[in-house]
C-alpha cells in the first residue's frame, strides 16, 4: 500500500467512524446518561468488536455472507430487531445515572463489542474498506494495514460523541430535557435502520 492510499485509508477510517450512525448514538446517550468514565467500556468493546470484524471480513467473511444471502438477511433482521430494543431503552430512560445506581448501567464491553456483528453501518464499513484498500497480492498485510489505520483512528472519534454526552450533562439534569432527549436518541437510533430496510 502506497502512502498516499494509507492517508486515503485513514481519511475513510475518520469521516466512517466520527459520523452519525448507532455506535455513536449510543455513546452519546451513555455519555449523557452515565458521564465518561462509565461509558469508556461502551467505547473500548465498540473499537475492539469492530477490529475483529474488520479482520474477520477482511479474511473472508464477507465472502461467505455474499454466498450465503439467507445468512445475510438473518443477519439484518437480528441486527434490527436489536437495534430497535436499543433504541426503545434510551427513550425509555429518564434519570441521569450516578455511579451507584444499579437498576440503570451503560452497555458492557462485550455487549459493544458483539453488537458489531449486527451494526449494518459497521459492516459496511468493514466490507467497502476491504474492497478499496485491500492488495489481493498482498491479502495479509494490506488487512493489517486496514486494521492498524481503523484502530488508530476509531477510539478517539468514538471517544469524541461520548465525551459530547458527559458535557451535556448538565444542561440535561433537569428531568423534562432528559426525557426528551432520550425520546429523540431513541428516535434517531431506530432511523438508523433506514438505510437497511431499501
Known sequence: MTLDAFLALLVYAFVTSITPG???LMLLASGVNFGLV???PHMLGISMGFLVLLLAVGFGLGAVLTAFPALHAGLKIAGGAYLLY???K???SRSL???GETEARPMRFIEAAAFQCVNAKAWVMAITAMAVYSNPGH???SVALIAIAFTVVNLPSVSVWA???TVLRGFLSDPVRLK???IAMGVLLAATLWPMLK
Do not use: V
Open 22 to 24: 448507532p455506535n455513536n
Open 38 to 40: 462509565r461509558t469508556i
Open 86 to 88: 436499543l433504541a426503545w
Open 90 to 92: 434510551i427513550a425509555m
Open 97 to 99: 445515572s450516578s455511579k
Open 139 to 141: 491479502a495479509f498485510l
Open 163 to 165: 465525551g459530547f454526552g
Open 180 to 182: 426528551w432527549f432520550n
